[in-house]
């Protein structure tokens, strides 16, 4: 008779399939596990026991060893096959707008060939715009930038990584100079990038040559009067520097350096040499705002195609070897001779394409108008210069500029056929439009809870006298076979169809109106009721990298109409925004007092720039006078903006330091200044504590905790595994906003990577009496909903994009659960099939385990279990990015590491 079924521990048997497993394993009075054909001999349950602990210990170890390297890609290894070939222009070629310029996605453009990829400036943003209409990021090696402004490079750090990851060898950046010091700033928070090499090529270098096209960068610099000269105004839309509030009237860049410093010690490039370069040398590149980068590009030249039809007519050998030679010398412009009889390339060969030409130039103020339009390099495209005229301009140019008489004229003078693509803020285009799909369907669920997306309003655009087209995302102008606008792939928004799509799902419909006559009738629900502050809109909560449906970490708390802090800002923060609050977003900005940065991983502070910039912006427009932001970060974040200050752009004027480990408990705080900045953020803020803790993540990364004087206590996580520091920090919160990157079942995955699972998030949440506890940060395999378990309870929510919720409504959250699984019914089933599925493998793995181990002898097995199962992990934050990278195809899944 057998004893049967016995749980295996530190297995997560949560999914019936492997409930399933377990049931066919007999465990006998003899301590004989049986399935199938399979014997293996326990001499006692703590064997079982450990055995569990090293099959757990195995796949940790599993996760550390070394990667394998990386296979190339296919069309590297295409491209490489070419170069032994008679090569040729390509046949296929069209520019194509990602980002029309709008205010949320900045201008940007992808090139496409079957050779060759290329990327005209990369801001905030693009890589998820990208993602989300399948451009493959795997297929770049080309990106060149206009001009070193936030607005161009926002979004190169985050692309610049996802290249490395995915295996790309090489990219070439080119650009202005400072393009080699940006990319040694961003290794602050991104590492060393030995995986891939990023050629710089200054627009010194003046011309560059592949498979596709040559590519010549035209320097523009702009006649600056001599008011503006010594400040390196910003001439870009998002930092109105000429602004008589702006500080950098009166402070000048080192003085800005000289006070952040004094306020505490702050590493300085130019004092101590880099430890990059070989010597410590001290060469400095400074910055120039004077400078913006044209690109002409001119197609390689494409011999005519061979036509059979014609060829058969003539009676050409075709089927033979002897036709080889003879199409060759055709198609190279050569008459033949085939049986007495002349044939003349005409006859069979359609004729050869010398190659079109292009150019992207960008004329940011007025400053660059006469340099632009007496450019000798870009007039010899003009109608009557010494180039045919060229096929397209693309011009990266603000309204005001495009109305001026001088432009218009030269815009004019490439002549008729010569189409003109417009990227501005006047563009009218929806970019996102997954993310604008789920939050339209979500609003049907709860209205003020989630509340339909909107966009910033255009203005009255320029009339002008030439064929131009404004941009849209995805629209293309295709350079071959044929010159023409394409419109095929730019995507539709249509709201109603989102909406109709919803209400077919099965069931949806019938949980929403259970779930509002729920909130209709339950007392405890005050939403509507309570007071419209603080306020918490959710603006970005996925993890890792931005992807269409979730943002990276951003969470603003509004604590009062004109009273905000920010907590964490990832990339694109701005731009969620902007379509949050539509046009009202200046006003928003204007009243964001602080910034919390959690820690130094990319995608919770590589959108601070962007949103420090667009600030200035908003309270100039505002006519509210200028004042800093006061920044609560690791101190080690000025390396970076310092770095980026020297080099490329003004900012340090923005921001006041508060280092987040002053704030922890018992911190003394050194120098009277930071004192000062600290006083004055509790009184903005109107706060009788802001304080922080160490968690356990990466080094230098902490939590916070805010504490209004009316008594209510917001705390947020930042990233952490569980970490009683945080306990301590957040006792009888009021609201706590924690991360839950990885679902139940994958403890030993967020162990490694020093991240939290959804229990684990509401254990501590429950530990610290939390009254209610908002997940978010999830990792982008849960795209739309992370999975549910037993411990969601009615303290908890799960947070999404541009979701707002206030203390009112914790008794609402938990009940529009129901019409969420209605909504993401299909998801939910598919990660639970995965979940079923990784559950089996692990039992199977570890079954295997067991039986090598037994086959050597039990009884040695033990101490190397207990070895092994307390083998410490590694340091995480290097491979966080392959922890939460998507499978191309839509299903999650890790990259390929172990």
């Not at 520097?241 to 010690?265: G, H, K, T, V």
């Amino acid at each position: 008779m057998f004893n049967i079924k016995k749980r295996i521990p530190l297995i997560n048997l949560t999914s019936l399939a492997a409930r399933q497993w377990v049931n066919t394993c007999y465990v006998a009075d003899t301590g004989i596990i049986k399935q199938r054909s399979c014997y293996s001999v326990f001499p006692s349950d703590s064997f079982l026991q450990s055995f569990c602990k090293m099959s757990a210990g195995n796949q940790r170890n599993a996760s550390k060893k070394a990667r394998h390297p990386k296979e190339t890609l296919r069309h590297i290894r295409t491209r490489e096959q070419r170069k032994n070939v008679d090569q040729h222009g390509p046949a296929t070629v069209y520019v194509q707008v990602v980002g029309a310029g709008s205010r949320d996605n900045g201008p940007s453009l992808y090139v496409f060939s079957e050779f060759n990829r290329y990327l005209f400036n990369c801001g905030e943003g693009t890589q998820r715009l990208m993602q989300e209409h399948k451009l493959k990021a795997a297929r770049l090696d080309n990106i060149f930038l206009t001009r070193m402004s936030w607005q161009n490079v926002g979004g190169l750090s985050g692309m610049i990584l996802t290249l490395k990851d995915t295996g790309v060898p090489e990219c070439v950046l080119a650009g202005p100079p400072q393009l080699d010091e940006y990319v040694n700033a961003i290794r602050v928070f991104s590492g060393p990038l030995e995986e891939i090499k990023i050629a710089v090529q200054p627009y010194t270098e003046p011309q560059y040559s592949d498979n596709t096209m040559t590519v010549n960068q035209v320097p523009i610099f702009a006649q600056l009067k001599p008011s503006k000269r010594k400040w390196s105004p910003s001439p870009e839309r998002g930092s109105p520097s000429n602004s008589p509030r702006s500080r950098s009237q009166s402070r000048s860049p080192q003085a800005e350096r000289w006070n952040l410093e004094d306020s505490e010690e702050l590493i300085n490039d130019r004092e101590r040499g880099r430890p990059d370069r070989p010597g410590g040398s001290t060469r400095i590149t400074i910055r120039d705002p004077s400078l913006v980068v044209a690109f002409v590009c001119k197609l390689h030249p494409k011999k005519g195609n061979f036509l059979v039809a014609k060829a058969k007519d003539l009676g050409l050998p075709l089927g033979t070897p002897a036709i080889g030679p003879i199409v060759a010398a055709l198609k190279d412009g050569k008459t033949v001779t085939f049986e007495g009889k002349e044939i003349l390339p005409g006859e069979v060969c359609t004729p050869a394409d010398p190659g079109p030409a292009f150019i992207v130039v960008e004329c940011p103020s007025e400053d660059f108008i006469e340099p632009v339009c007496n450019n000798e390099h870009l007039n010899r495209y003009h109608t009557g210069g010494a180039e045919d005229p060229a096929s397209l301009v693309v011009h990266m140019t603000p309204e005001s500029i495009l109305q001026t008489d001088r432009y218009k004229e030269w815009m004019e003078r490439f002549g008729p056929t010569t189409e003109h693509l417009i990227l501005n803020e006047q563009a009218h285009t929806i970019h996102n439009i997954r993310s604008h799909k789920i939050q339209t369907q979500l609003n049907l669920i709860h209205p003020e809870i989630f509340p339909a997306p909107r966009n910033c309003e255009t203005k009255k655009q320029a009339a002008l006298h030439v064929p131009s087209v404004r941009g849209e995302c995805l629209l293309k102008y295709q350079l071959r076979p044929k010159f023409e606008w394409q419109r095929d792939a730019v995507p539709l928004c249509d709201s109603r169809e989102f909406i109709k799509e919803a209400t077919e799902l099965p069931g949806f419909l019938e949980r929403v109106e259970e779930c509002k006559q729920s909130l209709a009738t339950d007392p405890t629900v005050l939403s509507g009721k309570a007071d419209q502050y603080p306020e918490v809109v959710f603006l970005g909560t996925g993890s890792a990298l931005p992807m269409k449906i979730r943002n990276v970490s951003a969470t603003l708390l509004n604590i009062s109409p004109t009273q905000s802090v920010l907590l964490d800002c990832g990339e694109g923060t701005f731009g969620q925004m902007c379509r949050h609050y539509g046009n009202n977003i200046d006003e928003v900005l204007s009243n964001l007092s602080a910034v919390f940065i959690s820690h130094m991983h990319a995608d919770h502070h590589t959108g601070l720039l962007n949103l420090l910039l667009q600030r200035e912006r908003a309270l100039n427009s505002q006519g509210r006078p200028f004042t800093p932001v006061l920044l609560v970060a690791p101190l080690q974040i000025m390396t970076w903006l310092n770095q980026y200050h020297d080099h490329c752009q003004r900012i340090l004027s923005h921001i006041n330091i508060i280092p987040a480990k002053f704030l922890t408990e018992g911190a003394e705080v050194p120098k009277y200044k930071t004192k000062t900045f600290i006083q004055s953020l509790l009184k903005k803020l109107d706060l009788e504590k802001f304080q922080t803790c160490v968690v356990h993540h990466c080094k230098n990364a902490f939590a916070c905790s805010l504490t209004h004087h009316s008594g209510w206590k917001i705390v947020f996580s930042g990233d952490t595994m569980p970490c009683d520091a945080l306990v301590q920090l957040g006792k009888d919160a009021t609201l706590l906003i924690h991360e839950a990157t990885l679902e139940d079942g994958m403890e030993e995955e967020a162990t490694e990577k020093k991240h939290s699972t959804t229990s684990q998030a509401i254990g501590i949440g429950m530990e610290m009496n939390a009254e209610f506890i908002m997940l978010n940060h999830f990792s982008q395999r849960y795209a739309k909903i992370p999975l549910f378990n037993a411990d969601f309870n009615e303290k908890v929510g799960i947070a999404f994009d541009h979701m707002r919720i206030r203390f009112g409504d914790f008794g609402a959250i938990p009940k529009l659960i129901p019409p969420l699984k209605a909504l993401f019914a299909e998801e939910i089933e598919e990660m639970v099939g995965r979940r079923e599925k990784r559950e089996l493998r692990q039992m199977k793995e570890a079954s295997l385990e067991v039986l090598d181990s037994g086959r050597i002898n039990s009884t040695q097995a033990q101490p190397s279990v207990n070895k092994t199962a307390g083998t410490e992990d590694p340091t995480p934050g290097s491979n966080k990015r392959e922890l939460e990278q998507p499978h191309p195809e839509g299903e999650s899944k890790k990259l390929k590491a172990v």
